[in-house]
């Protein structure tokens, strides 16, 4: 197997300028409402959650710190509206055959600026209730709000329990509320490479979703149910959010780890618009996953690692499952990746594994191995490089995107 070099150091020299050039030291909204450092809601680097983190987003994004507060009469709100933005610009190299078409597909290499561009506005709508909402400034003609949830959260004899309200276009059920680090909600994960680092995401629970969850939480444990319909605010009808979604976990602490270890089950029936179904149909929502992770040091680095399982029920004749469209067999994958900070809160190397079947009769073998890492120009800015190798019948049998793939990102929020 052949290591492609070239693309890397082409990819590396091409930004290179642009990165030295453009430092930034601004931080995103909800780090404006806190007055804190993205070190201190975050492990190693943006997105992934500490305690302190999760101790934020369970609480319904209101915590305070130095921003003033009008506060009155039934009003407690931060005297500005906290917005942020977010950015993804990528280089993509695979190494199949180039395309007849030039710059059609990864194969001839893609630049894509931005991948992602999202406006993000969120925090304190009053002392137990919070918001926020992402807009898509990147939508190609589509809907221009990607996700919006409003947490409705009281805390009782020190447990939080709410209710949350949510829609989006692309991060899954999920979204309603989740705190680990393991891919279980799309945004919410180590590496960009989200199928081949998190199962949760290779079953495809990534999609349109709306409904409401009902959650409970605090230092050690979460849990939530929603009841929802894979449809969002870019459908074009109505539906009834009458599929069911469990998620639980629980979140220790164990001398210097922080730990945790979770399960998903998704049930029941939806109405559905999108492509998988015809639009007002009823698909079925069957799928389960476990997921655990540590976080803590190993000497003075500080390690990551993740760990899932998910798998998603074949289809049947006349009832399509909307994680799994084939109906030969489940399909499943099983990842592990861990991620080091060879230089503490600047550089990480991160190696990764799945073994994952497709679901289908034959060549359903679809493994992956990542190689990569991540480096913090300043806090808010993020550039990752990542390499997958491909393997298994399942990968020989796919159309020609080869067994490999480049990924070179910069992130950014501010």
């Known amino acids: 197997m052949k290591i492609q070099f070239k693309p890397v150091l082409a990819a590396v020299a091409a930004f290179a300028t642009f990165f030295v050039a453009t430092p930034s030291e601004a931080m995103a909204a909800f780090a404006r409402q806190t007055g804190m450092s993205c070190t201190s809601c975050h492990f190693q680097h943006y997105p992934l959650l500490n305690e302190t983190g999760r101790a934020f987003k369970s609480g319904g994004y209101t915590m305070m710190g130095k921003q003033g507060?009008?506060?009155?009469?039934?009003?407690?709100?931060?005297?500005?509206?906290?917005?942020?933005?977010?950015?993804?610009?990528?280089?993509?190299k695979s190494n199949g055959p180039a395309t007849t078409t030039k710059n059609d597909n990864t194969n001839d290499g893609q630049l894509q600026f931005p991948d992602e561009f999202l406006l993000q506005l969120g925090g304190r709508i009053s002392e137990n209730i919070g918001f926020i909402a992402d807009i898509n400034l990147n939508n190609g003609g589509e809907s221009v709000m990607e996700g919006a949830k409003i947490p409705f959260i009281y805390n009782v004899s020190g447990i939080n329990i709410g209710v949350i309200p949510f829609t989006t276009v692309t991060q899954g059920v999920a979204y309603g509320f989740e705190l680990l680090n393991t891919g279980a909600v799309r945004g919410q994960r180590a590496v960009e490479a989200r199928k081949t680092f998190s199962a949760q995401q290779?079953?495809?629970?990534?999609?349109?979703?709306?409904?409401?969850?009902?959650?409970?939480?605090?230092?050690?444990?979460?849990?939530?149910i929603s009841k929802w319909s894979p449809r969002s605010v870019t459908s074009t009808t109505d539906g009834t959010p009458s599929?069911?979604?469990?998620?639980?976990?629980?979140?220790?602490?164990v001398g210097a780890w922080d730990l945790g270890l979770g399960l998903q089950l998704w049930t029941g029936k939806a109405t559905q618009d999108s492509a998988v179904a015809k639009t007002g149909e009823d698909v079925d929502t069957k799928a389960w996953s476990?997921?655990?992770?540590?976080?803590?040091?190993?000497?003075?680095?500080?390690?990551?690692?993740?760990f899932t399982h998910a798998q998603a029920d074949a289809s049947s004749t006349g009832s399509v499952n909307l994680f799994n469209s084939s109906t030969d067999h489940a399909k499943s994958a099983t990842t592990l990746l861990a991620e080091l900070g060879v230089m503490p809160s600047k550089a990480t190397v991160t190696l990764g594994y799945r073994n994952g079947d497709n679901g289908k009769a034959t060549n359903s073998a679809d493994n992956a191995l990542l190689v990569?890492?991540?480096?913090?120009?300043?806090?808010?800015?993020?550039?990752?490089?990542?390499?997958?190798?491909?393997?298994?019948?399942?990968?020989?049998?796919?159309?020609?995107n080869g067994d490999q793939l480049t990924t070179l990102m910069l992130f950014a929020a501010f």
């Not at 009902?214 to 444990?221: E, K, P, Q, R, T």
């Open 69 to 92: 507060l009008i506060d009155g009469d039934g009003l407690s709100i931060p005297e500005v509206l906290n917005v942020g933005l977010t950015t993804k610009i990528r280089y993509q």
């Open 202 to 224: 290779y079953i495809n629970t990534a999609n349109a979703a709306e409904g409401a969850a009902i959650v409970a939480s605090n230092s050690l444990f979460f849990a939530n």
């Open 243 to 253: 599929a069911t979604y469990l998620r639980a976990a629980i979140t220790p602490t």
């Open 290 to 306: 476990l997921d655990a992770q540590a976080q803590g040091s190993v000497a003075t680095l500080p390690l990551g690692i993740y």
């Open 372 to 400: 990569g890492g991540s480096y913090q120009i300043v806090k808010n800015v993020q550039l990752q490089l990542n390499q997958e190798f491909l393997s298994g019948d399942g990968i020989s049998s796919s159309t020609g």
